[in-house]
């Protein structure tokens, strides 16, 4: 359905919208990024800033890029030059946009490559189901270290590592090309309401086998010596990229909301959502870690080596396991699509050209960048692309494209946000979109015109500053 004379796609209904934005924010970010950073940043400080950071900075500036979209109605650069235009403000701010786009771009690249090694673990316990049959544990008779060797040793191996990255990138394309209501929404609303289902039952499960109470304290215990400006930066990119903020992606969706769609209650429901699955996340995966004597900061390795071990000792561990992996490869798969949908949008609504040619652009630029990441864990280890900044000393290829975007694009495109829905753009315009009053409209206002940028530029300088 084309919005009147806008000549786009518009999601379907109101909760195609929601579980669309749902679908994007929550994905890697959650399962995989979320315990990585938390146990690298050291656990209960990092997650109590991350929460406070969702609420204060990531709700208010979530949106105002769906409202920015809405307004505009167009791609993130075009939404917000409109926004600007209509406010009488410079048409220069669609660099906001442009940045975002630009960013997105970037995670695609890299967020494709662990999307990859989904799609690895689905094989692996497809070949376990056969192996060791239905109803047993998963991995019988072996060595727990021999199952978290399993990742190392698909890093060991460039070229199944770009396959699975490039099959993971096709699948995206496959998708965005076939346009909003018939791909996107497609995946969202049949594949997340599974995902959440089958996330539930594997936490309950966690939390009744594993080490809980430890996992309890380490998460959410405040020790506020360990808050360091490293940490409240890390903290607050885990939030951006967690809701998918600061790339554009969030406009782009809200530029197919339906007008009667109330934006401040949708991003409520998408911040709520989102940080529930962090949450659980966390709280399915670190009774394991401790129950099984790994370490804690075991980083990006967490997801792939501490969950197959938990599934060993399951009954139905093979199945189990293979229906987990399957759900986060639909909850990547929704993020990933709007990773490309922004790019993709500004390509083919800029150029004039055909949705599907404008995919075959986008992608064949994230596939390129994406082999570079792949590579970055194995022939290309020792490449460090901006080794001479202290904050990126020591980081390949693929942590380098993380660490920019979470830690430089996402804060920096957040504040242009803020201080353009706060202080650029016209109000009364801005007023139309929101859908908020009283003391929450106030709130918001003041969240967006004074805390938020103020407060993202002091963590933006102290983490840079080490
Ligand atoms: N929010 C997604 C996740 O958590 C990643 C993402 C970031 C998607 C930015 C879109 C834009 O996995």
């Not at 309890?216 to 215990?221: E, G, P, R």
């Not at 093979?318 to 639909?330: D, E, H």
Request: hydrophobic share 55%; proline share 3%.
């Amino acid at each position: 359905m084309a919005a009147a004379g806008s000549g786009h796609e518009n999601w379907s209904s109101r909760s195609a919208f929601i579980l669309a934005a749902v679908g994007s924010a929550v994905g890697l970010g959650n399962m995989w990024r979320f315990p990585a950073e938390a146990g690298e940043n050291g656990g209960g400080a990092f997650v109590l800033f991350y929460i406070f950071c969702v609420i204060l900075i990531g709700l208010p500036v979530l949106l105002s890029e769906v409202l920015i979209g809405r307004h505009g109605q167009a791609n993130a650069p075009e939404s917000v030059r409109r926004l600007a235009r209509d406010s009488n403000a410079s048409e220069g701010w669609s660099i906001l946009g442009s940045m975002g786009v630009f960013a997105a771009f970037l995670i695609l690249s890299f967020y494709c490559v662990v999307g990859g090694w989904v799609a690895y673990y689905i094989g692996v316990f497809v070949s376990d189901l056969f192996q060791t049959g239905l109803t047993g544990g998963a991995f019988e008779g072996r060595d727990p270290t021999d199952i978290e060797g399993l990742l190392p040793g698909l890093f060991g191996n460039g070229g199944l590592m770009v396959g699975l990255n490039l099959g993971f990138l096709a699948v995206t394309m496959f998708f965005v090309a076939r346009g909003v209501s018939s791909g996107i929404e497609w995946v969202a609303v049949y594949l997340m309401p599974l995902f959440f289902v089958l996330f539930l039952c594997i936490t309950i499960y966690g939390a009744f086998t594993g080490n809980f109470g430890d996992a309890v304290a380490y998460l959410f215990t405040f020790d506020f010596s360990k808050l360091t400006g490293e940490v409240m930066l890390a903290a607050v990119g885990q939030a951006f990229f967690s809701l998918s903020l600061g790339v554009a992606g969030m406009m782009t969706y809200g530029a197919y909301a339906n007008r009667d769609t109330n934006l401040g209650e949708t991003s409520g429901i998408i911040a709520v959502a989102d940080t529930g699955v962090a949450m659980l996340a966390g709280l399915a995966i670190f009774p394991i870690v401790f129950a099984a004597g790994l370490s804690a900061s075991a980083g990006p390795g967490l997801m792939f080596q501490s969950l197959p071990i938990a599934f060993q000792a399951m009954p139905f561990g093979s199945l189990i396991g293979l229906a987990f992996f399957i759900m986060v490869f639909f909850a990547a798969l929704t993020s990933s699509v709007s990773l490309l949908e922004a790019p993709t949008a500004y390509v083919f609504e800029k150029f004039k050209m055909p949705r599907m040619v404008a995919t075959l652009i986008v992608g064949g630029g994230a596939a390129v960048l994406g082999v570079l990441s792949s590579l970055s864990f194995n022939d290309m280890a020792e490449f460090y692309p901006l080794g001479f900044i202290p904050l990126f000393a020591e980081t390949n290829f693929f942590d380098t494209l993380d660490g920019v975007t979470a830690k430089l694009f996402m804060p920096i495109g957040a504040i242009l946000t803020c201080i353009f829905v706060g202080w650029i753009a016209d109000t009364k315009l801005i007023d139309d979109e929101n859908g908020l009053d009283g003391l929450l409209h106030k709130t918001w206002r003041a969240l967006v015109r004074f805390v938020c940028p103020a407060a993202l530029l002091v963590i933006l300088i102290m983490g840079l500053l080490g």
